[in-house]
């Protein structure tokens, strides 16, 4: 059985292989040789697409759609033409046409095909392959011409139609003037725990000795660790010195009221330098996040305005020691050494991927349990010897373990990294990646797969065509669009949502919804075996589709993007927002 992400590929050689056969035959036919040896391969390509693209089709109608009403139809038809016409090249060299058309509409447009598509493609092929009809000496056809240029002015005109500004994901519509924002900072409780963060460039220096020039927060890259006790409050002073695009605070994976999420346009103005802005919101949930900035995020993140963020429900035992890797220039860094840990000393690594692609990990010299994932705790954790933890970008693990007698590393994509214990460095062994999937044991949760969803949203992730910021591009795109052409997803406040989200993409998609943990409904059609997994950033691997739920709990206006940064600039990003009560 293939997988759906080799089907893709698949089918796009097909595709190619045929074009390419189909375009020798018109070739040979125009030599003045046309031959059933040429033109029965390109044929048989041709029909077996339409095998492979059932199987794509077998693997969700997200991945066959423009195939099954687009693409397939216009190389079946156009075969016809190379048959009946196969005397005169221009048939076969049109049916090759039909095969580069059906490329470009799944690498330029995909999902979902759109009328407008449907014409330019069809207008495309027909006009090459009335021009090639003529030049070979064919008879002009002039009102199958003048039909051709209405169709793809048609679907020009079509492709300017905006896109709705609104996806309400089945559920009822809404009133959408107004929105509900929650404005107010959080009240204060607790220990206040009081912080001044400056943003400003430094030279850094590696652990290599090697220099580099970072942005920092005071002058340091992880910023200063933030940490408070379950029930203190935060308060975070943001001070911007000298980045001139401007900063922000997102606390990555804290469901913070909608006001504290410091994304720029949405919830605040970015801080110009010389500029502030003061954080403050309760820390009542216990767990492992991190801070970064969200103003041009993928240059502000790589080059260092982030740091760690972390909540304890009471003072740790042992060794508690937080693990954000981060590469500068190529050169991964994972923060302070660690302190000595003598054997029998219970250890907490919180390990948290601050980069913008998967990072795999593995402990080696002690078995270990996975106690947490993206701050949430899992329930009955299994003993884990000698895997590899594929973390997604912006995910986080806690990892922990008992000290042995011998020495304990951390690896990162197979190197040691300097998170050791003890003397010396017990050796890497590749090992297959865990499925937390199947991790851990089952627990009741407040809704499931079968449960009775308000809405639901589906999130198809590709590569094409798209206006970014108004300007065309070769984007990463939802839907076939990019931001902010993306309709926001409306909920309102106690709604259960569900996100299906699919990668037709030959790129991996970390995606994070702010404020909000969501629950793993299913991966590839199978519900979860192992601990609930509640979690801000998943996975999307190319071909996967996974279904996540959650409860609207937490109302205001809040990104839903790549957390692959630099896909997110290339359009991968957009809004969720709660629709405010209907009067
Ligand atoms: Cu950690 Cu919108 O991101
Ligand atoms: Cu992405």
């Not at 189909?22 to 040789?33: D, K, M, P, Q, S």
């Not at 559920?171 to 404005?183: Q, V």
């Not at 970390?510 to 996975?539: I, M, N, Y």
């Amino acid at each position: 059985m293939m997988s759906a992400s080799s089907l893709i590929t698949f089918d796009l050689a097909l595709q190619a292989v045929a074009a390419a056969a189909w375009i020798g035959a018109g070739v040979l036919a125009l030599r003045g040789r046309p031959s059933w040896w040429a033109l029965a391969p390109a044929l048989a390509l041709t029909v077996a697409r339409a095998g492979s693209v059932a199987l794509l089709w077998g693997q969700g109608w997200w991945f066959a759609q423009e195939k099954v009403t687009v693409t397939l139809p216009l190389a079946l038809a156009a075969a016809v033409i190379a048959v009946v016409f196969r005397r005169s090249g221009a048939g076969a060299l049109t049916a090759g046409y039909a095969a580069l058309t059906g490329l470009g509409v799944t690498f330029l447009s995909g999902y979902p095909a759109t009328p407008s598509v449907g014409l330019i493609a069809v207008a495309i092929v027909a006009g090459a392959g009335l021009v090639t009809w003529q030049a070979v000496g064919g008879s002009p056809l002039r009102s199958l011409g003048i039909g051709t240029a209405v169709a793809g002015l048609a679907g020009i005109g079509l492709a300017f139609l905006p896109p709705s500004a609104y996806d309400f994901g089945g559920g009822p519509d809404a009133h959408m003037h107004g929105m509900t924002m929650a404005g107010a900072s959080a009240p204060a409780g607790g220990t206040v725990r009081r912080y001044t963060l400056t943003a400003r460039k430094a030279t850094i220096t590696l652990p290599s000795g090697r220099r580099f020039q970072a942005w920092t927060f005071d002058g340091t890259a992880p910023g200063p660790a933030i940490t408070a006790t379950v029930g203190d409050t935060v308060e975070v002073t943001l001070r911007n010195a000298d980045i001139e695009p401007g900063v922000t605070l997102h606390w990555h994976g804290y469901d913070v009221p909608n006001a504290e999420d410091g994304v720029p346009g949405l919830t605040q103005k970015a801080v110009p330098p010389g500029g502030s802005f003061v954080y403050r919101f309760t820390a009542d949930q216990a767990g492992t996040y991190w801070y970064h900035t969200h103003e041009v995020s993928d240059e502000g993140v790589r080059l260092g305005l982030y740091g760690t963020f972390v909540v304890t429900p009471r003072p740790a035992a042992g060794v508690d020691l937080t693990v954000p890797a981060h590469t500068f220039g190529g050169e991964l860094v994972t923060g302070a050494a660690p302190p000595a840990a003598p054997p029998g000393t219970p250890v907490r690594l919180r390990l948290v991927n601050t980069d913008s692609v998967t990072r795999r990990f593995a402990l080696a010299g002690t078995p270990y349990k996975i106690i947490a994932v993206d701050g949430r705790d899992l329930h009955g954790p299994g003993t884990v010897t000698g895997a590899s933890l594929r973390l997604p970008a912006g995910g986080r693990y806690d990892l922990a373990f008992t000290m042995p007698a011998g020495p304990v590393a951390l690896y990162a994509d197979g190197r040691p990294t300097a998170v050791r214990f003890g003397r010396g460095l017990p050796p890497y062994q590749d090992a297959p990646d865990l499925d937390l999937t199947t991790y851990g044991t089952a627990e009741a949760t407040p809704f499931g797969l079968r449960s009775r969803f308000d809405r639901r949203f589906t999130l198809v992730l590709d590569r094409g065509l798209a206006l970014v910021d108004g300007i065309p591009q070769y984007a990463q795109t939802v839907n076939g669009l990019g931001y902010p052409r993306i309709p926001a997803q409306v909920v309102r406040e106690g709604d259960l949502v569900m996100f299906t989200v699919v990668n037709r993409s030959l790129d991996t998609h970390p995606w994070h919804l702010h404020g909000h943990h969501v629950l793993v409904l299913s991966k590839d059609g199978r519900a979860p075996t192992g601990a609930p997994l509640w979690l801000d950033t998943f996975e999307v691997r190319p071909g996967e589709v996974w279904q996540v739920g959650f409860r609207a709990d937490n109302p205001g206006m809040w990104m839903n993007h790549c957390h692959n940064l630099a896909h997110a600039d290339q359009g991968m990003m957009l809004h969720l927002m709660y629709a405010p009560d209907m009067p």
